[in-house]
């Protein structure tokens, strides 16, 4: 119903702000941990893209700098146990393009340190959404090796990494990153350990 809203900004110590409008009207919204908009001086004119929801209990505006941020909260809350608030606790963890490679790499672990989120929320989170956010590689690091360009010795390698808590993705990177040949699974994961 309200798409964004411009004003003054002013933060407030609970994880909202408010946005006063030029009519004198006060939008009290809720904002991400680490939302841009933070980076604005109280007082200061912005603009903010917002989402409202209704419950019988409650409206609540959430306010985003952006209209990617937006769209990665709507996302969020179509998956299944992933509420506002939770969604916006999955939003405070990292920046937009860092939250969507960590979904896009199957990185359950990062995602799971939201507040209130667990293990199985983050995994449900990847699962419905991998294939939404895109394919994303992190910057400045080497891409994954080619699963083909694997011997046995290191798939199995990757396989155990991802036993101990590490996305495929990054198992591959760390695996890959190993330059000897011909080495047994047991030494691919005490190297590959060593450039996670």
Do not use: H, W
Request: proline share 2%; glycine share 8%; hydrophobic share 45%.
């Amino acid at each position: 119903m309200i798409r964004s809203i411009r004003g003054k900004f002013y933060p407030q110590s609970d994880g909202t702000a408010i946005v006063e409008t030029s009519s004198g009207v006060g939008f009290l919204m809720t904002l991400a941990a680490n939302c841009p908009l933070y980076k604005n001086f109280e007082g200061e004119e912005i603009k903010a893209y917002t989402l409202m929801t209704v419950r019988e209990d409650d409206i609540s505006l959430f306010g985003f700098s952006s209209t990617d941020e937006l769209d990665l909260f709507r996302l969020l809350i179509t998956v299944n146990g992933v509420g506002a608030k939770a969604g916006i606790a999955i939003m405070s963890i990292l920046p937009v393009d860092e939250l969507k490679r960590a979904i896009a790499t199957g990185d359950a672990k990062m995602i799971a340190q939201a507040n209130g989120v667990g293990k199985k929320t983050a995994e449900r989170v990847i699962l419905e959404l991998k294939d939404k956010v895109g394919s994303y590689e992190a910057a400045g690091e080497a891409p994954a090796v080619e699963a083909a360009a694997f011997t046995n010795e290191r798939t199995e390698a990757v396989t155990a990494l991802m036993t101990l808590g590490y996305s495929k993705s990054e198992a591959e990177q760390a695996v890959g990153k190993v330059k000897d040949d011909d080495l047994d699974a047991g030494a691919y994961i005490k190297l590959a350990l060593k450039n996670m």
